[in-house]
């Protein structure tokens, strides 16, 4: 069967795009490497979730290699990579029919507008190679508020320096908060900060369909069983192949796309999961397959026209990789000195913490004045982040350490027991993740490996996972912050750490969007400059990424480019 | 002969990626100190083992229990968490049946089987070099002089931390995998479980594309924005 659209991938990228052009009446095929759960399927499963990788590829049959950076003896440094299925270090983050966001946290934050300036308004960083964005806040903002009426975002809007606007209120309102939010509150008003309702996509009433939280307290990295998580799957999918316009098919992983003679597509192959190959063909391509393995796939896809790969004539593709820069800090509330309701309070489970402090996404600090190469002119803005706070479940995670002494011996028995019930009944620990931006250096990107390939005999990405030094500058910064708020808290043990570690489940960059070919993958609409009927939806087009977690902006740009290629598709009908 | 002793022992591949094990460990370290790991079933396959036989063998209902491989895990996880007044014992949170469930029922890897049944042997022939009888046999003193005594060497100490990091999924996991009946373990802890939980037919290695399990123990991932 000959499509309108052929999606590649089904997460938050590849889902408004099916949505919008399956509901405009277009054929749309979505190949989707995973297999197909529903909410039956999903359960607060810790062995599944936290202590077994159970919704990814086996890492011998699918896998990455990373490059990571070393020093020698003689303290010179080079790169050297090292397999996932030797490290164990998984870059996989849900592969499955709607992809990672099954297994999102959700926490919606916006961009700020000056987030899609970066350049512009604090300058150029050596060493990175930040850009302005080819489209602005303004041309955004409609479309995350698509995404708070279709995906599902509760929340409400609170003034804060930082607020950026929006067109609209949020359709659904905030889900039931956790006590110990308003301890936050009271305590950023004595501090003078803002403390922040964070916006989720997770349905606080039912709606569209599916059903409103139960409010199990695990949420985050576990698959929604009620369908009031807003992932790809059950926000958008589910309504599009309802609508009969919309085929999904699962298990049927993409390992090349066909060109022609005039550079066009001609053709995704796939496999399916008997391994035998297939092939389809549409009007227009979508690959969408979060940012590492949609740099593989374009990079793999060479042909006649393309042999760099598919839309790398210009050696843009893979470059430019982001993740999200920052880091943890943790602040501990000893029982002992609590009062019993303020026991009671912090150890609710069910409802959302749902507070973050964004004060420091921009900083005026002497800190950062030799940043830039504007130094000389006393520039001491620097772009900043969010501190987002949160508590953990994962009572097995929590065990581990229980058997150890102070001295890292082993123990047991009545030891032991007493070790495992200090840990779970004694205190409880509150958590912040800060969220900068992961800048975008040379010594971030994906190659193809060629040593390493997976099961079907393909090469592997290659991602070397360099960071730069403004990075952990900032985020130790903001985490600092964070300390002092925890301390003022009345939080024991506080502490903190930032790393330039890559955390695998944010990725964004590899084909950024921009208005010059030489030096950008995509044009404005996430159309490749160099191939007509090539859609990018995913976080890939970001030049850079903003300081808050990405589905979101995923989410609101693939509906953008969405309404583009469904305007093309009906002018070609 | 000694074999947790065995010089020749490294720490294989497949412990270094557990989380527990990693925990205090830069990921930049462990990477570094990967390099150069010899795995245990390339050192290990010529030793003989010592009281228990170690082939997979069909062993119908409960008669598993009484292996002398069975018996004898069972008498390591009590001493580990021994009935008491303090908290649910290794009997109480059905640590065995999770640990048989672990070798028979889970994806884990056949390395890490093979060094839990050869720990067994191994655990014995030391018992006998030192006290001339089988772990088993041995009273509550002397089972503590034992594995105190095998710690001593890297493949104990990984030998019994494998088995702890078993008795804390017994303890704190869904009931449908073995362990903590009837929620005994989050209840002695005061730890709420999510809801709903798996039940027979969807444990997570029963799941529509679970024929691509991996068969390793996810590290864990330097993950952020990631928990409720």
């Known amino acids: 069967m000959n499509y309108d659209i052929c999606i590649i991938g089904s997460g ?11 509901n405009a009446g277009a054929k749309v095929l979505v190949l989707e490497k995973g297999p197909w759960l529903t909410e039956k399927e999903f359960y607060k499963d810790e062995l599944a979730i936290s202590l077994r990788d159970a919704y990814n590829p086996n890492l011998n049959d699918e896998q990455h290699v990373i490059e990571d950076q070393y020093e020698n003896d003689n303290g010179d440094l080079f790169w050297q990579g090292e397999a996932t299925s030797e490290s164990g270090s998984t870059f996989w983050n849900g592969t499955v029919v709607g992809g990672s966001s099954n297994f999102m946290s959700g926490y919606f934050h916006r961009l700020k507008p000056f987030d899609f300036r970066l350049k512009s308004e604090f300058g150029a960083i050596d060493g990175a190679n930040v850009v302005d964005w080819p489209i602005s806040y303004n041309d955004l903002e409609p479309f995350y508020a698509m995404v708070d009426k279709h995906v599902g975002v509760s929340g409400k809007h609170v003034d804060h320096p930082f607020a950026e606007p929006h067109s609209t209120d949020f359709d659904y309102p905030p889900l039931a908060e956790h006590p110990v939010a308003v301890w936050i509150d009271k305590t950023a008003e004595k501090l003078g900060v803002h403390s922040i309702p964070i916006p989720r996509a997770v349905l606080s009433q039912p ?9 199990s307290g695990y949420c985050s990295n576990y698959g929604c069983s009620s369908g009031a998580k807003g992932s790809g799957r059950a926000a958008l999918l589910n309504n599009a192949v309802a609508g009969g316009n919309c085929t999904i098919k699962p298990e049927s992983k993409v390992y090349k796309i066909d060109t022609d003679n005039d550079g066009q597509i001609s053709g995704v192959l796939f496999y399916d999961r008997q391994n035998r190959k297939h092939k389809v063909t549409a009007k227009y391509y979508v690959v969408a397959c979060q940012a590492i393995e949609t740099s593989r796939l374009l990079l793999a896809s060479k042909g006649n026209k393309f042999p760099k790969g598919l839309a790398n004539n210009n050696e843009q593709v893979g470059k430019n990789l982001l993740f999200s820069a920052g880091g943890t800090g943790q602040g501990d509330f000893i029982f002992e000195n609590m009062s019993k309701q303020q026991v009671n309070e912090l150890t609710r489970v069910g409802p959302f913490l749902n507070r973050s402090l964004q004060d420091w996404y921009q900083i005026n600090d002497k800190t950062f004045s030799h940043d830039t190469k504007n130094s000389m002119t006393k520039n001491i803005r620097a772009k900043g982040g969010t501190l987002d706070f949160l508590f953990y479940q994962n009572p097995v995670s929590r065990a581990f350490g229980s058997q150890r002494d102070s001295d890292g011996g082993l123990v047991w028995g009545e030891q032991l027991k007493l070790n495992l019930k200090k840990e779970f009944t004694t205190y409880k620990t509150l958590r912040f993740e800060v969220f900068n931006d992961w800048l975008p250096t040379d010594d971030c990107f994906v190659t193809l490996d060629n040593k390493v390939t997976d099961k079907w005999g393909d090469p592997v990405a290659k991602v070397r996972v360099g960071f730069h030094p403004h990075d952990l500058k900032v985020g130790e910064y903001i985490a600092a912050k964070g300390e002092e708020f925890l301390i003022a808290m009345g ?4 502490s903190s750490g930032v790393s330039g570690s890559p955390p695998p489940n944010l990725q964004a960059g590899g084909c950024r969007f921009g208005n010059d070919p030489k030096t950008s993958v995509l044009n404005k609409y996430c159309q490749a400059h160099e191939v007509d009927n090539l859609f990018v ?18 989410y609101a740009n693939a509906f953008r480019v969405a309404e583009h290629i469904k305007q093309r598709w009906q002018a070609s009908i | 002969m000694n074999y947790f002793f ?21 990921r930049r370290a462990f990477l570094k100190s990967a390099a150069g790991v010899i795995a245990i079933t390339s050192t290990t396959t010529s030793l003989p083992s ?11 209902n409960n008669q598993w229990r009484i292996t002398p491989l069975w018996k004898t895990l069972n008498a390591v996880l009590d001493h580990l968490l ?15 049946q999770y640990l048989h469930n672990v070798v028979t029922l889970q994806p884990t890897s056949e390395a890490e089987i093979t060094f839990i049944k050869k720990g067994v042997g191994w655990l014995n022939g030391y018992s006998q ?12 003193v002397q089972k503590e002089t034992i594995l105190r005594g095998i710690s001593k060497s890297q493949a104990g100490e990984n030998w019994i931390s494998t088995l702890l990091s078993y008795i804390f999924e017994a303890m704190l996991t869904p009931e449908i995998y073995g362990g903590n009946p009837e929620h005994i373990g989050e209840k002695w802890l005061n730890h709420q479980a999510g809801f709903p939980l798996p039940k027979a037919g969807t444990r997570y290695y029963e799941l529509p594309g679970a024929y691509r399990i991996s068969e390793k123990i996810t590290p864990q991932k330097i993950k952020r924005n990631s928990k409720a």
């Open chain 1, 207 to 215: 709606a569209m369909g599916r059903r409103s939280c139960e409010y």
């Open chain 1, 12 to 22: 938050a990228g590849a889902s408004p795009v099916a949505y919008t052009l399956a």
């Open chain 2, 129 to 140: 070099s030192q006290l001339n009888k089988l772990f088993i046999d041995l009273n509550t």
């Open chain 2, 6 to 26: 065995d010089k020749r022992y490294k720490t294989p591949q497949w412990l270094q990626e557990k989380s527990w094990y990693k925990n205090n460990k830069s």
């Open chain 2, 82 to 96: 021994p009935k008491s007044s303090t908290g649910p014992s290794a009997q109480d949170i059905h640590a065995l």
């Open chain 1, 537 to 554: 939806t995913d976080g890939s087009f970001m030049p850079t990424g903003g300081s808050v977690p990405y589905t979101y902006t995923i």
């Open chain 1, 491 to 494: 939080a024991t043990n506080v």
């Open chain 2, 50 to 60: 010592s009281a228990v036989a170690l082939s997979k063998t069909s062993i119908k």
